[in-house]
């Protein structure tokens, strides 16, 4: 007799074989992030015009707090997709409705950067979740043995939703450390599951998702690059500094792809702590990535008059997030590949990057460096003055 799941055409959700070969990125997968692409464009949008306006504080910490919905949302997408991805309709379904919370997100983004109104971003985070609420609820129904892990997942993330929708009764949403301790609690959800029996994981896959979403955020700059040039092609006085802006954001942009892609991250999973410290790092390179390409527009801005920011506030925009996001490159992924003089080099050219904002030329400065750490990166172990 046929079961109900088969009738409605639908897959007994079962674990993927961590050892598959050739598992790359699906084209459901592909379409999320497009979406994500939006969300992304929106938060950095906003960032910027809160650093030309002077509040670079208060508007790189909403940008953060934005960010973690859009983070978090994908990426724990991306690891149950890489254990649980059925590719049926339901689950294609459950996807799709996914995005539309992610859109919700992106048209929040605006109140919530500029008026600390963050209804609609709850609510879009809400919709994203509570739909990997219905993935993981699949997985319990599906495999006996993950059954426990996939029920903890569900759990842990129905309640952490009714804590987010609860801030927005505080006075202010609850302030930073309301927030912050329900970040926590979000983080603490997938340590929490799988200490029962980790779901299991495709290297190669994993490694090629956070690279894609690398290149979603690194576009953003190219963007702001080409914006650049667009100015400079409708201004007869601010020709050249744009299009010096334009090439070092460029070279700037190329230099940190080249870094992040300097080693292969697949061996970075070998054990579940270690997957763990990857993926939650990646919060921090990836919000760098996406407050450089913010930079890149202050320094539009500057060259053009349209912001009262300080050379050196309007350069720290861009060099502060180029340092921040290869140093924690150089930490997750690059150091215990190196030598000892590349391990010496490489930090320093970083830090370098981020303190050049009190000189001039700091864009120029930014780029010297960056080609300086790739050729650093370049140079093989085996050349005697790197031993």
């Known amino acids: 007799m046929t079961s109900a799941p088969m009738r409605l055409g639908l897959a007994r959700m079962r674990p993927r074989n961590p050892s598959e070969e050739h598992r790359g990125a699906s084209p459901l997968e592909l379409f999320f992030d497009l979406v994500f692409v939006v969300a992304v464009s929106r938060a950095s949008a906003e960032l910027h015009h809160a650093e030309a306006e002077q509040h670079i504080t208060s508007g790189t910490g909403a940008y953060l707090m934005i960010l973690f919905a859009i983070w978090w949302a994908w990426m724990n997408f991306t690891w149950f997709a890489t254990a649980f991805d059925t590719d049926d309709w339901l689950y294609r379904v459950l996807t799709i409705g996914q995005m539309s919370g992610v859109l919700v997100i992106a048209a929040g983004a605006s109140d919530a950067m500029t008026e600390s109104d963050f209804l609609l971003v709850t609510i879009g985070y809400a919709i994203m979740r509570l739909a990997m609420v219905a993935q993981w609820l699949r997985a319990a129904h599906g495999d006996a043995p993950l059954r426990r892990t996939a029920l903890k997942y569900a759990i842990g993330i ?11 009764a505080l006075p202010e949403q609850g302030g930073i450390p309301v927030f912050l301790g329900l970040v926590l609690i979000e983080i603490a959800v997938p340590i929490w599951a799988e200490s029962s029996r980790p779901t299991p994981w495709h290297p190669h896959h994993i490694a090629e998702r956070y690279g894609l979403f690398t290149l979603i955020l690194l576009g953003e700059s190219i963007l702001a690059s080409a914006n650049a040039i667009i100015d400079a ?13 334009a090439v070092c954001g460029l070279v700037i942009a190329s230099g940190m792809w080249w870094i992040y892609f300097a080693r292969s991250h697949h061996d970075q999973f070998d054990r579940l702590r270690n997957s763990l410290v990857f993926g939650y790092a990646h919060y921090a390179i990836f919000a760098a990535a996406g407050a450089f390409s913010a930079g890149i527009e202050v320094a539009i801005d500057y060259e053009t008059a349209a912001t009262a920011l300080s050379a050196t506030e309007a350069a720290a925009t861009l060099t502060v997030p180029v340092s921040l996001f290869i140093l924690g ?5 690059l150091r215990r590949s190196l030598t000892r003089a590349q391990n010496v080099m490489i930090p320093a050219l970083a830090v370098l990057i981020g303190l050049s904002a009190l000189a001039p030329q700091s864009l120029l400065v930014t780029a010297v460096a960056i080609i300086a750490i790739v050729i650093t990166l370049e140079i093989r172990a085996s050349d005697p003055a790197l031993a």
């Open 233 to 245: 092609a409708e201004s007869s006085e601010h020709i050249s500094p744009l299009i010096a802006v």
């Open 329 to 333: 490159i150089w930490l997750l992924t």
């Open 158 to 168: 129905s309640v952490v939703q009714v804590l987010w929708l609860a801030r927005l």
